[in-house]
T-cell receptor, first 115, second 114 residues
Framework: DAGVIQSPRHEVTEMGQEVTLRCKPI?????LFWYRQTMMRGLELLIY????????DSGMPEDRFSAKMPNASFSTLKIQPSEPRDSAVYFC?????????????FGPGTRLTVL | KQEVTQIPAALSVPEGENLVLNCSFT??????LQWFRQDPGKGLTSLLL?????REQTSGRLNASLDKSSGRSTLYIAASQPGDSATYLC?????????????FGTGTRLQVFP
């Protein structure tokens, strides 16, 4: 398997623009997570899905952020409108289950810069 | 509220040294604890996972210990190599329910120089 795939790897946009980040989880993994990493706040969970259904979105910072998982092999994280404080690295991760020994597999991340 | 702290924030050592990275957490009621490695510009890779009932886990030159009662975990790296240079993060899972999320520390940035 190719692992978790994220696109784009880098995104530079201007304040106010819509940004869409994409993720393809590992095949057969029932859980998908979106994280954000910044120097100030470290790694934070934004939202996660189980079998394409959002389970916990309490980490989504505000209504400008939305995430969807239309099928088991694809998820998007959208920011509209984007702001400079959204600049961060966004990671997607997946895992087959949330059992005791199951770890999460991370994608390479999307580095977002909002000017 | 569970908080995870890692000390030191950065560490630079010569090749061959044995070293210890520290992770502390405020609530001892955890389900498991993991150590991850993050290389620059890349995602996280799981190194070791310790269940709450375990005291330690080993993988090659890495050994992770867990002391729940004191809220501490250590990652021991033996005979460090330049290839070990990376950021190391620990993460705690508070419980076994689907709603129990991983809580990450801020990491220790390790540099091993030849």
């Amino acid at each position: 398997d190719a692992g978790v795939i994220q696109s784009p790897r880098h995104e530079v946009t201007e304040m106010g623009q819509e940004v869409t980040l994409r993720c393809k989880p590992i095949s057969g993994h029932d859980y998908l997570f979106w994280y954000r990493q910044t120097m100030m706040r470290g790694l934070e969970l934004l939202i996660y899905f189980n079998n394409n259904v959002p389970i916990d979105d309490s980490g989504m910072p505000e209504d400008r952020f939305s995430a969807k998982m239309p099928n088991a092999s694809f998820s998007t994280l959208k920011i509209q409108p984007s702001e400079p404080r959204d600049s961060a690295v966004y990671f997607c991760a997946s895992t087959p289950r949330l059992g005791g020994t199951d770890t999460q597999y991370f994608g390479p991340g999307t580095r977002l810069t909002v000017l | 509220k569970q908080e995870v702290t890692q000390i030191p924030a950065a560490l630079s050592v010569p090749e061959g040294e044995n070293l210890v990275l520290n992770c502390s957490f405020t609530d001892s009621a955890i389900y498991n604890l993991q150590w991850f490695r993050q290389d620059p510009g890349k995602g996280l890779t799981s190194l070791l996972l310790i269940q709450s009932s375990q005291r330690e886990q080993t993988s090659g030159r890495l050994n992770a210990s867990l002391d729940k009662s004191s809220g501490r975990s250590t990652l021991y790296i033996a005979a460090s190599q330049p290839g070990d240079s990376a950021t190391y993060l620990c993460a705690v899972r508070p419980g076994m329910h689907n709603t129990d999320k991983l809580i990450f520390g801020t990491g220790t940035r390790l540099q091993v120089f030849p």
